[in-house]
């Protein structure tokens, strides 16, 4: 969406006010979600439902994920930001109003709500991990778990050539 609300700010002639608060409501919205993506993601395997399309189509994953995927999407997001278009190319009327206002309130509570979200899933995600870790016995199990899955906060999870020097294999 960022990528379309910045080609629709270059390519529309609508009221700058508007067209920059717009984008700049759009760019702040897909921030958050690919920071909350890279984190959520970094370092994890390939999606299990990718996984499972790659060996069911095989040598044909390629063209079955662009057309059910990525194309898929493509469209999804083209009429998705109709209104995103319609909002950048307005000329009128030629001053943010009421209704601008509200849809800045809107998205900034929506932002909020996201954010608590967030938090709260990581959180949530941790404890879990946290009492797993609890109930592994064995010492090697517990260091893989704890610092290859679970690296205390800051740190970078260990590589498995680190794991394998800890233990001599």
Not at 64 to 69: C, G
Not at 115 to 140: N, V
Request: neutral net charge; charged residues 20%; without cysteine.
């Amino acid at each position: 969406f960022v990528l379309a609300a910045s080609v629709y700010f270059a390519m529309t002639d609508g009221h700058l006010p508007r067209k920059s608060l717009v984008f700049a409501l759009v760019t702040l919205w897909g921030l958050r979600l690919s920071i909350h993506l890279a984190l959520r993601n970094f370092g994890m395997p390939e999606d299990y439902r990718y996984r499972a399309m790659r060996e069911r189509w095989g040598a044909r994953f390629g063209l079955v994920s662009l057309l059910t995927v990525f194309l898929l999407q493509a469209a999804i997001l083209w009429a998705l930001s109709v209104p995103l278009w319609q909002a950048m190319r307005s000329e009128t009327p030629a001053r943010l109003t009421a209704i601008d206002l509200a849809g800045t309130v809107l998205v900034l509570v929506g932002l909020s709500f996201e954010w608590a979200g967030d938090e709260q899933l990581r959180r949530i995600f941790r404890e879990k991990l946290d009492q797993f870790a609890k109930t592994l016995t064995d010492e090697k199990e517990r260091y893989i778990f704890e610092h290859r899955l679970l690296p205390p906060e800051g740190t970078d999870p260990l590589t498995l050539q680190e794991i394998g020097n800890q233990y001599a294999l």
